[in-house]
Nanobody, 123 residues
Framework: QVQLVESGGGLVQAGDSLRLSCAAS????????MGWFRQAPGKEREFVAS????????AYADSVKGRFTIFRDNTRNTLYLQMNNLKPEDTAVYYC????????????????WGQGTKVTVSS
């Protein structure tokens, strides 16, 4: 079992940056694929970014490509999401997730989830 706790969300203005963190406990994440998803009010949860376990390959949703960067520090057992040039449409609750299956973009591929951290971007 792995427990995931997100932090770093908040209220920012359009164009600002935020860095989300996801601290894992219970087991090492170095062999797990990790991802970020988000859910805006009234919308379904959507894929944001994912990163492979060791090689560091990553995947991004088109809506965040070039603005967001996913990275991990396995020595700290922590996943990050650097978000730059934030837009109002990035407003959502952001969830960290872990998977043993692969560099997935579908939420059903992830077996472990955090509780989420809220990001609000004002225009």
């Amino acid at each position: 079992q792995v427990q995931l706790v997100e932090s770093g969300g908040g209220l920012v203005q359009a164009g600002d940056s935020l860095r989300l963190s996801c601290a894992a406990s219970g087991r090492t994440i170095k062999n797990l694929f990790m991802g970020w998803f988000r859910q805006a009010p009234g919308k379904e949860r959507e894929f944001v970014a994912s990163i492979s376990s060791l090689v560091g390959r990553s995947a991004y949703a088109d809506s965040v490509k070039g603005r967001f960067t996913i990275f991990r520090d396995n020595t700290r057992n922590t996943l990050y999401l650097q978000m730059n040039n934030l837009k109002p449409e990035d407003t959502a609750v952001y969830y960290c997730a872990a998977s043993s299956l692969g560099l997935g973009v579908v939420s059903s591929e992830y077996g472990y989830w955090g509780q989420g951290t809220k990001v609000t971007v004002s225009s």
